[in-house]
């Protein structure tokens, strides 16, 4: 099945500077990589995804880059804000792309 | 309310009793996922359903776990004979395809005693 890794596992960061959270995934047939915001005791949000037919795709402050060949994705938040502090996650398909297996998450943490 | 929706949002109960959530998906939605999270962990898969159909269940999901879809609209998770390692919280996500991205409901957050 499909294996992801993600880190770093817990991100501070100076508010306004930039923020980068990488995952790997180990099926090569995956095709569609959404990325997770999941504010304390609510529900996991999508932000982004890409699919493998681009490398990189831009939504205001967020962007996601996927490197097919070397089976990793990232995610960017530039001019980072307090209310960006939350835990993110990854997460690839497997099965055929019939369900997502999702990473461990990253604990961002925005310092004022 | 066009979301997905779980009942209830908390549950607490004792050692061997038995517990059932419920889900309703967007209703356009013909998929439907089953997650379990614990603290500091992401969703782990559980099951899911194509319309009524349950196509796969995890080797998490062990005798003790059942999930419905009988209509092919809203899903049943019941939990018998609860152990204090079922306490987690159980989410809900539905989709309008394979490959696509998923759109949780707010999650019943299991506590076991």
């Known amino acids: 099945g499909e294996n992801v890794e993600q880190h770093p596992s817990t991100l501070s960061v100076q508010e306004g500077d930039s923020a980068v959270i990488k995952c790997t995934y180990s099926?090569?047939?995956?095709?569609?990589f959404p990325w997770y915001k999941q504010e304390l005791g609510k529900r996991p949000q999508l932000i982004i995804d890409?699919?493998?037919?681009?490398g990189e795709k831009k939504d205001q402050r967020i962007a996601v880059t996927l490197n097919k060949t070397a089976k990793h994705f990232s995610l960017h938040i530039t001019e980072t804000q307090p209310e960006d502090s939350a835990v993110y996650f990854c997460?690839?398909?497997?099965?055929?792309?019939?369900?997502?297996?999702f990473g461990t998450g990253t604990r961002l943490t925005i310092i004022p | 309310d066009t979301g997905v929706s779980q009942d209830p949002r908390h549950k607490i109960t004792k050692r061997g009793q038995n517990v059932t959530f419920r889900c309703d998906p967007i209703?356009?939605?013909?998929?439907l996922y089953w997650y379990r999270q614990t603290l500091g962990q992401g969703p782990e898969f559980l099951t899911y359903?194509?319309?009524?159909?349950?196509?796969?269940k995890s080797r998490l999901l062990s005798d003790r776990f059942s999930a419905e879809r009988p209509k092919g609209s809203f899903s049943t998770l019941e939990i018998q004979r609860t152990e204090q390692g079922d306490s987690a919280m159980y989410l809900c996500?539905?989709?309008?395809?394979?490959?696509?991205?998923?759109?949780f409901g707010s999650g019943t957050r299991l506590t076991v005693v």
């Open positions: 997460a690839a398909p497997t099965l055929g792309n019939e369900k997502l297996t």
């Open positions: 996500a539905s989709s309008p395809n394979r490959g696509g991205g998923y759109t």
């Open positions: 359903f194509q319309n009524e159909a349950q196509l796969e």
């Open positions: 209703s356009e939605h013909n998929r």
């Open positions: 099926d090569s047939a995956s095709n569609y």
């Open positions: 890409i699919r493998s037919n681009v």
